[in-house]
């Protein structure tokens, strides 16, 4: 068995695929981080996350210009992240991406709004752009699908 540390759960979707055991370790040695233990033969459970397709969304993509300032959520533009805006998915929404250009495919987090710019449905994050090999064209069309639970119908999404 390894112990992992991590300073962010926003990643708790990609816990859902493995035999993963998280443990609440705030008070004690490790200050504050959540313990992960990954046994060594962890096999992915891809049946328990699902997505509902949210359709064809025109998308673009933001950096430099907000780089460091606050988003929408209250929390630090980093424009390497893999993050987007929406004008009205909640924040912590967690998205499937797919560049219908090059068939490249990403998972992002809402955490800001917009874009602001007619016929426009979706702004990424310059991390985001770079991943879905969309930086020279600045707009492509995208399929976005929600991550959600099999079985539930509840979609998945973090705590900001």
Same mark, same amino acid.
């Given at each position: 068995?390894?112990?992992?540390?991590?300073?962010?759960?926003?990643?708790?979707?990609?816990?859902? *695929?493995?035999?993963?055991? *998280?443990?609440?370790?705030?008070?004690?040695?490790?200050?504050?981080?959540?313990?992960?233990?990954?046994?060594?033969?962890?096999?992915?459970?891809?049946?328990?996350?699902?997505?509902?397709?949210?359709?064809? !969304?025109?998308?673009?993509?933001?950096?430099?210009?907000?780089?460091?300032?606050?988003?929408?959520?209250?929390?630090?533009?980093?424009? !390497?992240?893999?993050?987007?805006?929406?004008?009205?998915?909640?924040?912590?929404?967690?998205?499937?991406?797919?560049?219908?250009?090059?068939?490249?495919?990403?998972?992002?987090?809402?955490?800001?709004?917009?874009?602001?710019?007619?016929?426009?449905? *979706?702004?990424?994050?310059?991390?985001?752009?770079?991943?879905?090999? !969309?930086?020279?064209?600045?707009?492509?069309?995208?399929?976005?699908?929600?991550?959600?639970?099999?079985?539930?119908?509840?979609?998945?999404?973090? *705590?900001?």
């Amino acid at each position: 068995m390894r112990t992992l540390k991590i300073v962010s759960v926003s990643f708790i979707a990609a816990c859902l *695929l493995c035999s993963i055991n *998280l443990s609440d370790t705030s008070a004690g040695e490790n200050n504050g981080f959540t313990k992960i233990t990954v046994s060594k033969d962890a096999t992915p459970n891809f049946s328990t996350v699902g997505y509902n397709d949210i359709g064809i !969304m025109t998308a673009s993509w933001y950096g430099p210009r907000f780089h460091g300032k606050l988003t929408a959520n209250g929390e630090v533009y980093n424009q !390497m992240a893999l993050t987007a805006a929406h004008k009205y998915l909640p924040f912590g929404t967690i998205l499937k991406v797919t560049n219908l250009r090059n068939g490249k495919v990403v998972i992002v987090r809402i955490n800001d709004r917009g874009p602001y710019i007619e016929d426009r449905d *979706l702004d990424l994050s310059k991390g985001t752009a770079l991943a879905l090999g !969309m930086m020279n064209r600045g707009v492509v069309k995208v399929k976005v699908q929600e991550l959600a639970l099999n079985g539930t119908g509840g979609s998945i999404t973090t *705590l900001n």
